[in-house]
């Protein structure tokens, strides 16, 4: 199964659509069993999720794989202090993933990813790599001869500049992490309750939306298929408020879907300004 399980709701309010705030431990408990017994054993976290690798370590078994990011070395303390701390925290003697959170981390520093692969070295790591935003920042690092085991970056069905990218990552052996399917959320909001900078998404939201009107389907189950019909990505990291949603969402993968649905939303094209606002972090 290509689903991750994202937990930055888990360990602070997160999401443009959470209405239930910071996952119980109930909830965690019954995401976890339910996981393992639907073989999803990939977790993605991170240590800037507030107490989230603290609250995953009391449910984890051997049977995951956990996947966390670092960040703010000035501030956090070195790459190595980090991997302990979460290690400390996830209950873990090694980690299959550890990534740069911030990649400004490491383009201002690039002797940073000699540091992580030792580390890698030590066998506390199993695969290193770094979290982007930008295809420019990917473009930098592989010229730089940064070439990671995984890598997460953005990808939905509006937001798919990394696209051209796949093929040449698989051939580079690199493990294709995804995030954002839903855009933190905004793919279930009503547009008539889009508000300030979001406004701006108005236009293509509104394409999406008649396509699935055209085919009978939901916005939110296309968006969820989408990355799904791409061979090349590895995993797609969701983030999951609670048990009930978990449930949801692994009822609709059940779904058959029309692939040829997603011939249409290729020929979406976006302005500049557009793609801007695809960027959370630019709301």
């Known amino acids: 199964m290509k689903l991750a399980i994202g937990t930055a709701q888990w360990g602070m309010n997160y999401g443009i659509n959470n ?17 393992k017994k639907e073989k999803i054993y990939m977790i993605d976290t991170a240590s800037g999720y507030g107490n989230c690798e603290k609250r995953i370590g009391k449910f984890l078994t051997e049977d995951f794989k956990v996947v966390s990011k670092f960040g703010n070395i000035d501030k956090n ?17 090694r980690i299959y993933g550890y990534l740069f959170h911030d990649i400004k981390d490491l383009t201002n520093n690039l002797n940073y990813w000699d ?5 890698k070295e030590s066998g506390k790591i199993s695969k290193i790599g770094y979290s982007i935003y930008e295809v420019e920042e990917l473009e930098f690092l592989i010229e730089n001869k940064c070439i990671p085991d995984i890598v997460q970056l953005p990808f939905n ?11 040449m990552l698989k051939k580079m052996k690199v493990e294709i992490h995804i995030r954002s399917i839903f855009l933190q959320g905004l793919i279930f909001k009503e547009l008539i309750n889009l ?20 085919n009978m389907i939901k916005i939110h189950d296309m968006a969820l298929h989408y990355p799904f019909s791409i061979e090349e990505i590895d995993y797609i990291v969701i983030g999951l408020d609670n048990f009930t949603q978990f449930k949801k969402i692994l ?33």
């Not at 069905?157 to 093929?167: A, S, T």
């Not at 059940?254 to 979406?268: C, G, L, P």
């Open 19 to 35: 209405s239930t705030g910071i996952t119980s431990n109930g909830d965690i408990n019954k995401i976890c069993s339910l996981s």
């Open 77 to 93: 303390g070195s790459i190595g202090y980090q991997l302990e701390k979460s290690l400390l925290n996830l209950r873990l003697n």
């Open 115 to 119: 540091e992580l692969k030792l580390l």
């Open 157 to 167: 069905i509006l937001d798919r500049k990394f696209l051209n990218y796949f093929k």
């Open 195 to 214: 508000k300030g900078s979001l406004k701006v998404l108005k236009k293509p939201l509104k394409i999406l939306e008649n396509i699935a009107k055209q």
């Open 251 to 283: 009822k609709k993968l059940n779904i058959t879907i029309n692939k040829d649905i997603f011939k249409s939303i290729k020929e979406i094209n976006l302005n500049d300004k557009e793609k801007i606002f695809l960027n959370p972090s630019n709301w």
